[in-house]
C-alpha cells in the first residue's frame, strides 16, 4: 500500500518579490527549498512508512529544477519519487494543479492501492491551501485537513481517525481510507538526512512524468486549464494605529477605553 506526500520547491524567502508588470512572483536569483509545511508532510509518510511497511512516494509538480527537492526526500528515505513536469503544466493555478497531481496519483493508484496522501495545510508563497482539498474532491478521498495528529489507522478497516488543530480547540474526525490529509507544523519534527543516504540520493532515479504519460486535455492544465485571473498581487502596507492603553498591564481600563472609544466614533452601537 502506499503513503504519498505532496511537496512544492518555493523560494526560499518570506519576502516574496512580485513582477509589478506580470503579477507573478520573481523566482530568478532565489534559493529554492522544499516548502517548509510538506517536510512534515514527507516526515509523516516516512513515519507510516516506517510503522505499516508501507511504500512511500514523494510527489511534485514543478519545472525540471524542482528534481532537487525530490532527491532531498530520497535522502531522507522515500522509496520513489515523481516528478510532474511538462510546459503544458505551466502557468497553473491552483484548480489545474490539483488537477495534474489528481491525475499523477490515479496512476500510481492503479499499480498500487494508495491508503494515505499527504500535504503540507499551505505553501509559504501560493500560500492558498486549496491543493490538497482540490486533489481530495477529483479523487473523492475523505479530506482531513490541519492535522496535528493522527490517532488511529486501520488499513483492512479502512479507516483513519485524526486530531485537527483549529482555532483555540481541537477536533477529532474519523473517516474512510484512502484519505487526504494537510498537516501543521506540530505533527513531528523532520529528520535530518544522513551523509550515506544523501550521497545515495544523488544517484537515485527521479521519474519524470510529462503529459504524454498522465494524457491530461490541455483545456484542463496549465494556463488554458486556470479560470484564476490575478489582477494585483502586492504586499500590504502596514498602518500603524493608535496604541489605547496598556492591555497587558490594565487590560480592564483598555477594554474600557476601547469601548469608550468605539462609541465616540459610533462603530459600536449599545
Ligand atoms: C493565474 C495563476 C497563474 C500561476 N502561474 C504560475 C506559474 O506560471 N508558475 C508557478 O510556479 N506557479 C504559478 N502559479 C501559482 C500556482 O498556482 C501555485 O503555486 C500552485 O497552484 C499551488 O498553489 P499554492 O502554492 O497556493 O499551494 P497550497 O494550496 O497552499 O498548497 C497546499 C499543499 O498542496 C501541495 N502542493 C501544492 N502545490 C504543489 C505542487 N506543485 N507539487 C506538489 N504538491 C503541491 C503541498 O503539499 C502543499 O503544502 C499561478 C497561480 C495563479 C493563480
Not at 95 to 124: F, M
Not at 138 to 157: A, C, M, N, P
Not at 228 to 240: D, G, L
Request: glycine share 8%; with cysteine.
Amino acid at each position: 500500500m502506499l503513503v504519498i506526500a505532496c511537496i512544492k520547491q518555493v523560494p526560499d524567502t518570506t519576502q516574496v518579490q512580485i513582477d509589478p508588470v506580470t503579477n507573478t512572483l520573481v523566482r530568478e536569483g532565489i534559493p529554492f527549498i522544499i516548502n517548509p509545511y510538506d517536510t512534515h508532510a514527507l516526515e509523516e509518510s516516512l513515519r507510516l512508512k516506517d510503522r505499516y511497511g508501507l511504500r512511500s512516494v514523494a510527489l511534485s509538480m514543478g519545472p525540471p529544477n524542482a528534481e532537487t527537492a525530490l532527491r532531498k526526500a530520497l535522502a531522507l528515505g522515500v522509496d520513489e519519487a515523481v516528478l510532474l513536469s511538462d510546459r503544458v503544466f505551466g502557468g497553473a493555478d491552483t484548480l489545474s494543479t490539483s488537477n495534474v497531481l489528481a491525475s499523477a496519483i490515479r496512476r500510481l493508484a492503479a499499480d498500487e492501492e494508495v491508503g494515505l496522501v499527504i500535504c503540507g495545510k499551505q505553501t509559504i508563497d501560493g500560500d492558498t491551501a486549496q491543493v490538497g482539498p482540490g486533489i481530495a474532491v477529483r479523487l473523492g478521498y475523505s479530506q482531513l485537513t490541519l492535522v496535528d495528529r493522527i490517532e488511529h489507522l486501520d488499513f483492512l478497516g479502512h479507516r483513519i481517525r485524526v486530531r485537527r488543530k483549529l482555532e483555540g480547540r481541537y477536533e477529532i474526525v474519523e473517516a474512510r481510507l484512502p484519505a487526504l490529509i494537510t498537516v501543521v507544523r506540530e505533527i513531528n519534527r523532520p529528520r535530518y538526512p544522513n551523509v550515506p543516504m544523501r550521497l545515495a540520493a544523488e544517484r537515485a532515479q527521479v521519474t519524470v512524468w510529462n503529459n504524454d504519460v498522465l494524457r491530461l486535455d490541455v483545456n484542463s492544465i496549465g494556463l488554458k486549464g486556470s479560470p484564476t485571473w490575478v489582477s494585483r498581487i502586492f504586499s500590504p502596507e502596514r498602518v500603524k494605529g493608535e496604541i489605547i492603553g496598556d492591555g497587558m498591564c490594565d487590560p480592564v481600563g483598555t477594554a474600557e477605553l476601547l469601548v469608550e472609544q468605539l462609541l465616540e466614533r459610533e462603530l459600536l452601537a449599545v
